[in-house]
């Protein structure tokens, strides 16, 4: 997400505390467990594709574990993201978790042996048949935590990709042409400040500035560009001409006026509900909104792949994992298996989501074929490009922090480009 998402919380922040208590059924829950709870945290809104499954998840866990507790806390996605070493490496750890999937989240969890190797559940319950390669990059790690082989340490059981979301209804309004092309999209932001109106929602405080950042540097780069910079199988150099030609335009647009210099200080949230408040015609970012989108925006919307480039943000959703300290091992596997059925699928795919396993026939919602289809495009021409955040522990504050500066003008492109080059070298392992 960022979230970011990657990945990626929306309104599950305003949730973190809430506990959420429902009866469900027994299953053999380990050696330190009572086999009688199960310990849930997950970050996703409410009425996002995920909450929506994962909730009707509980409910089936429930009719198949009857006198089981589910204990499900709602968790915000940079709560878990600064303390999850420390929680998980304590008696408090939860049974299951959605976690953030790459080298500086998941698998530097995996190396510093907090996670369980889920590889022998994989292969018991066939988790593996459902993925597509691209999808399982991020589920793998090797014992250096670097993601693409090595053990199983985390699930998705959902995909998820960037787009740009725009309001048909103000680019009506301004006479504005929906952009097929990146010199489209730059004069469709032109055209905009031209009126008044500041085009590009932006979270500076948070994932979506780096994520402008970085899908502009994806528009010069090629897959061996993101190899080398996610995967380690090159020098990634930070002055090259994908990063140079990134930074040079996120500070012009800033200058433009395109994105709001006072939104350095501004969290996803306030970007999300700036479009969802119709004040932003434009807003680049995951398919973790999409849902949400649907069920807020009071104007007529839509989306499309970035223009001009073949790469973008993306891959398997965030993961499921079970913590080496989780008491209740055996009724974390079944719920995981629950999430992977047909059903749940289903349920992802017609309320916003991206299934990895849904009939297709059973997805009846128009938008929601557009936004499958659109990834499973991104999928089978590996245009996934994962995430910035990602190669090197630490990274995401580095990014936030850099990027911040690029919208205040508080430091050159060139000095932010050193700053990134710095924190990632320090950050990437040794041969």
Partial sequence: MVKVRSPLALTAAALAGVMLMTS??????????DGKTLKLWHYEAPNSAMGVAWNQAIDEFKKSHPGVKVEF??????????????????????????????????????????????TPEVTKHGWD??????????????????????????????????MVYYNKDLF???????????????QALAAFKAKGITP??????????????????LTK??????????????????????????????????????????????KAEDAGVSFIGGKSPIFFSGSWWYGRFRDEN?????????????LTLGSGGNLWVVPKNAKNKQLAYDFIDITMKKGIQNTLGNNGGVPVAAEPSAITDPSSKELIENFNKVSSEDGLAFYPDWPVPGFYDVLVSAT????????????????????????????
């Fill in 24 to 33: 469900c059924g027994s299953s053999d829950g380990g050696a330190e467990g």
């Fill in 73 to 118: 806390e709602a968790k915000g996605f940079e709560q878990i993201q600064k303390t999850a070493s420390m929680v998980l490496n304590s008696s408090n750890a939860p049974d299951l978790m959605e976690y953030n999937k790459g080298n500086a989240t998941a698998g530097l969890l995996a190396k510093q042996g907090l996670l369980t190797d889920l």
């Fill in 129 to 162: 048949k459902l993925l597509s390669p691209s999808v399982t990059t991020t589920s793998r790690y090797d014992a250096k935590g670097v993601m693409g082989s090595g053990n199983w340490y985390g699930v998705p059981n959902f995909g998820e990709y960037t």
């Fill in 172 to 186: 009506a309004k301004n006479g504005v042409k929906a952009p097929t092309t990146f010199d489209e999209f730059e």
């Fill in 200 to 217: 590009l929602a932006n979270g500076g405080a948070e994932y979506p500035a780096h994520q402008y950042l970085y899908q502009l540097a």
């Fill in 221 to 266: 780069a090629d897959r061996a560009w993101v190899d080398s910079f996610e995967l380690y199988k090159g020098k990634a150099d930070f002055h090259d001409a994908a990063w140079t030609y990134a930074a040079d335009t996120l500070s012009d647009w800033v200058k433009k006026g395109y994105i709001a210099k006072t939104s350095s200080g501004a």
């Fill in 298 to 310: 009071k104007f007529k919307w839509g989306s499309f792949l970035f223009p001009g480039s073949k």
């Fill in 404 to 431: 911040q500066k690029l919208i205040t003008g508080s430091a050159s492109p060139d000095a932010v480009l050193d700053e990134l080059q710095k924190a990632y070298d320090a950050g990437a392992p040794t041969s």
